[in-house]
């Protein structure tokens, strides 16, 4: 009975680059959301998506920031042209709609 | 969209005295509040929850009481242990949707 999975648990890119993040949610669980956490701070919402559609992207800056959540395979978080106010910890969460969220064990995206 | 203030930032206990975290939010829509513990480095835990319907919920030492005409809900801590020691969030939301987070209280059991 896995829990929610993220991958990599740690990556570290450097400016400019591209940095992919993967989360697969709790067996049943349609409903991924990703959050943000800078050192020592709040967790911050940036995005929620079912199966093939964005809910709500508007914690998710306009820019180099995109998600998707295929019909087949984990929700993919993807920042673009990394900057060195990217590096925080991304934790995506799952749930079945109508229930608590469980979170992932997050990843830890450093940018040189 | 929904504001959640989370007071204190830090919070000092000796062991066995009880715990007090007290969360405002500003959506009146908002009908779930859970909250959360992590630990240094790990993931977010669910420790409790509270949905509009209900105005306390107790779960062995940890309990939760919600005022919805104030708009604020309060985490208690009893008997406080030291592996008690974390950050707690607490987070408002309506159900289903995102969770929008206090900004955490870092909580210290001195033995």
């Known amino acids: 009975n896995?829990?929610?999975?993220?991958?990599?648990?740690?990556?570290?890119?450097?400016?400019?680059?591209e940095a992919r993040l993967r989360c697969s949610p709790m067996k049943g669980h349609s409903h991924v959301y990703w959050y943000r956490q800078l050192p020592e701070e709040g967790l911050?919402?940036?995005?929620?998506?079912?199966?093939?559609?964005?809910?709500?992207?508007?914690g998710m800056p306009k820019e180099r920031f995109s998600a998707e959540?295929?019909?087949e395979g984990p929700s993919i978080l993807r920042i673009q042209q990394v900057v060195r106010g990217d590096s925080a910890a991304y934790f995506c969460a799952s749930s079945a709609g109508y229930s608590e969220q469980f979170f992932g064990p997050g990843t830890r995206l450093t940018v040189l | 969209g929904e504001n959640v203030e989370q007071h204190p930032s830090t919070l000092s206990v000796q062991e066995g005295d009880s715990a007090v975290i007290k969360c405002t939010y500003s959506d009146s829509a908002s009908n779930y509040f859970p909250w959360y513990k992590q630990e240094l480095g790990k993931r977010p835990q669910l420790?409790?929850?509270i949905r509009s319907n209900v105005g306390e919920k107790k779960d062995q030492r940890i309990a939760v009481t919600l005022n919805k005409t104030a708009k604020h809900f309060s985490l208690h801590i009893t008997e406080t242990?030291?592996?008690?020691?974390?950050?707690?969030?607490?987070?408002?939301?309506?159900?289903?949707n995102q969770f929008y987070f206090g900004t955490g209280t870092s909580l210290t059991v001195i033995p």
Do not use: T, W
């Open chain 1, 2 to 17: 896995a829990g929610v999975m993220q991958n990599p648990r740690h990556l570290v890119r450097r400016r400019g680059q």
């Open chain 2, 81 to 96: 242990q030291p592996e008690d020691s974390a950050v707690y969030f607490c987070a408002a939301s309506r159900v289903g």
């Open chain 1, 69 to 71: 959540f295929p019909k």
């Open chain 1, 44 to 58: 911050k919402f940036m995005v929620y998506l079912q199966k093939e559609n964005i809910i709500d992207e508007s």
């Open chain 2, 47 to 49: 420790i409790i929850d």
